[in-house]
């Protein structure tokens, strides 16, 4: 029996213009959830509002996820615009990676800021509204699981999200609110692209996936989906790596082994 439109579920999801935010957007639209999407640009919000009114009620915030004000505003727009907040994807993260030595206060508060406090700070406001039934989706990182050379403050906070899922998933457990991690290896996006076909990354990356191919967005998306789904709802306070084994084998494909090395 379709749903009327007041009783379909709300997901409000961050870093919505672009990359895994974006595809995450088009999986839950697909699925019959009214959306907040929000990021700073608004034009790109906007284009995609447009190409899915005819599938799904999509409001946009332009905001970034850093401001005091951005949890209390997006949590208040679901609230107002739908009447209710049953899912949130805390997406929106900084890329910045480099050695420890490296890392100076400003890059790591600014990581900290974006892709930790931030999703911290959305969770609790979202918490003040959701009701049983209700998830929260981290998008952390395979780089949360194992060191990635150079991952200094990228890889401490992704690690920090799956602690910080965690203590959502025993706290808000008993009340029917799940919380759980996605944690991507290397997917092509804007965050990416600027290594993803050098000799460096095939060797680290794609000769060693013993699932042979690339991840991509929709694989990303469509884990999201299922963990907020009912089929998921036994699932609780996990990190699930989609990363075609990347990160639980020591996989090196035959060419990589008897190929010479080329400088990165
Ligand atoms: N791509 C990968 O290989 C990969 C692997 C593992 C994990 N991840 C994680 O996946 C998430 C998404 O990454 P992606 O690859 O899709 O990156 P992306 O293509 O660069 O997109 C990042 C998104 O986050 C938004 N954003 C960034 N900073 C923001 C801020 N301060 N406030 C509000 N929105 C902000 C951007 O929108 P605006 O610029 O419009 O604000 C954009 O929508 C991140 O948490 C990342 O760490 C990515």
């Known amino acids: 029996?379709?749903?009327?439109?007041?009783?379909?579920?709300?997901?409000?999801?961050?870093?919505?213009?672009?990359?895994?935010?974006?595809?995450?957007?088009?999986?839950?639209?697909?699925?019959g959830f009214r959306i907040v999407a929000l990021a700073r640009r608004q034009e790109r919000l906007t284009q995609l509002a447009s190409e899915l009114s005819a599938m799904a009620e999509v409001e946009t915030l332009a905001a970034d996820v850093t401001a005091t004000d951005a949890p209390q505003r997006a949590v208040q727009l679901a609230i107002k615009a739908f009447g209710r907040l049953d899912c949130l994807v805390n997406n929106a993260g900084s890329g910045r990676w480099a050695p420890v030595h490296e890392t100076d206060d400003a890059m790591m508060n600014e990581v900290i800021d974006i892709s930790f406090k931030a999703p911290f700070r959305f969770s609790r406001e979202a918490l003040g509204v959701m009701k049983s039934g209700s998830s929260i989706i981290n998008v952390g990182s395979v780089y949360g699981l194992i060191g990635g050379l150079n991952g200094g403050i990228y890889c401490a906070v992704k690690a920090g999200m799956i602690g910080m899922t965690q203590a959502l998933a025993?706290?808000?457990?008993?009340?029917?609110?799940?919380?759980?991690?996605?944690?991507?290896?290397?997917?092509?996006?804007?965050?990416?692209?600027?290594?993803?076909?050098?000799?460096?990354?095939?060797?680290?990356?794609q000769e060693m996936t013993p699932f042979n191919r690339d991840g991509t967005v929709d694989d990303v998306a469509n884990a999201v989906y299922f963990l907020a789904s009912p089929e998921g709802s036994y699932i609780n306070g996990q990190t699930i790596a989609l990363d075609g084994g990347w990160s639980t084998t020591k996989f090196l494909r035959h060419d990589a082994l008897v190929c010479e090395r080329v400088p990165a």
């Open 1 to 31: 029996m379709a749903l009327r439109a007041s009783e379909k579920p709300v997901v409000l999801i961050t870093g919505a213009s672009a990359g895994i935010g974006d595809a995450v957007v088009r999986r839950f639209a697909a699925g």
């Open 170 to 205: 025993v706290q808000y457990g008993a009340n029917g609110i799940r919380a759980n991690v996605v944690a991507p290896g290397v997917i092509k996006t804007d965050m990416t692209r600027d290594f993803w076909d050098t000799a460096g990354f095939q060797r680290t990356n």
